[in-house]
C-alpha cells in the first residue's frame, strides 16, 4: 500500500530507534568486556599491535 510521508515515518522512526539501540547496546557490551581484557599491559599492546595491521590493511584496500 502506498503511504503518505508522514505515515512512512511514523513507521520507519521507532524501527530506526529500536536499531540504534540494540547496536548501541552492542558496543556498550564490547568496550565494556575490552575493557576488562585489556588491563594487562602485555595484552593492550598485542591488541595496539592488530589494531594498528588492521587500519593499515583497510587503508591500502580503500585505494585498491
Known amino acids: ?3 503518505g510521508p508522514v505515515a512512512q515515518a511514523q ?6 530507534a529500536g ?5 548501541c547496546l552492542f558496543w ?3 568496550g565494556a568486556l575490552l575493557s576488562r581484557l585489556l588491563t594487562d599491559p602485555a595484552r593492550w599492546r598485542h591488541f ?6 588492521a587500519l593499515a590493511a583497510f587503508s ?3 585505494f585498491l
Not at 11 to 16: D, G, H, K, N, S
Not at 48 to 53: G, L, P, S
Open 1 to 3: 500500500a502506498h503511504l
Open 60 to 62: 591500502v584496500l580503500v
Open 11 to 16: 513507521i520507519l522512526a521507532p524501527l530506526f
Open 28 to 30: 556498550t557490551w564490547a
Open 48 to 53: 595496539m599491535r592488530i589494531m594498528a595491521v
Open 19 to 23: 536499531m540504534n539501540l540494540g547496536v
